[in-house]
């Protein structure tokens, strides 16, 4: 199982706004910078959010991320049938001396 | 523009060894930390390693760690994994990426599926 623990699948109608967690540990989430990636069927890993909350230029602001403790958090509003993907969080963990990724959760815009 | 551009997987027996490769344009690639990630078919992401833009600082996940060796050529901005030893559950696709996994990995390769069957 991943250090990271994401919810397997979320789910939401089209306009709506879902959120999908990441919880971790002290020596990763609550010590190292979050990022969050979207991958779509068939394609590489696409970085949505950098350093807990920043986003990449060219990202809509649709897409938000924070961090509270020893877990984080992405936003999504307005969503769109194009939203649908997997989603990843990742950071470092000091104790292990390696990079951690969540499970992923599976997007579904009803 | 950023492009990686990965080669080298395959199919391959377990025991057998491959050299990966990421061939790098459109940033100064010898300023950026490079990493490798791959992704076994259905599963999610799993981080394999890590190198700093000078070499100095390396890092490997404790299931490639004494089989994979990573390696960079700034004179020819390519990336390398070279793996070694290798298991039916080392199969997966190989992603080169930029950067460092805690400030994110801002451009992706397309990957290059290595398979790992007798």
């Known amino acids: 199982q991943s250090v990271l623990t994401q919810p397997p699948s979320v789910s939401a109608a089209p306009g709506q706004k879902v959120t999908i967690s990441c919880s971790g540990g002290s020596s990763n989430i609550g010590k190292n910078y979050v990022s969050w990636y979207q991958q779509l069927p068939g394609t590489a890993p696409k970085l949505l959010i950098y350093?807990?909350?920043k986003r990449p230029s060219g990202i809509p602001d649709r897409f938000s991320g924070s961090r509270s403790g020893t877990s984080a958090t992405l936003g999504i509003t307005g969503l769109q049938t194009g939203d649908e993907a997997h989603y990843y969080c990742?950071?470092?963990?000091?104790?292990?001396?390696?990079?951690?990724f969540g499970g992923g959760t599976k997007l579904t815009v009803l | 523009e950023v492009q990686l551009l990965e080669s080298g997987g395959g199919s391959i027996q377990p025991g057998g060894s491959l050299r990966l490769s990421c061939a790098a344009s459109?940033?100064?690639?010898?300023?950026?930390?490079m990493s490798w990630v791959r992704q076994a078919p259905g599963k999610g992401l799993e981080w394999v390693s890590s190198m700093s833009a000078s070499s100095t600082n390396i890092f490997y996940a404790e299931s490639v760690k004494g089989r994979f060796t990573i390696s960079r050529d700034n004179s020819k901005k390519t990336l390398y994994l070279q793996v070694n030893s290798l298991r039916a559950e080392d199969t997966a696709v190989y992603f080169c990426?930029?950067?460092?996994?805690?400030?994110?990995?801002?451009?992706w390769g397309q990957g290059t599926l290595v398979t790992v069957s007798s």
């Open positions: 350093e807990n909350s």
């Open positions: 990742g950071t470092w963990d000091s104790s292990l001396s390696a990079g951690v």
């Open positions: 990426a930029k950067g460092w996994m805690d400030y994110g990995f801002d451009y």
């Open positions: 459109g940033f100064t690639f010898s300023s950026f930390a």
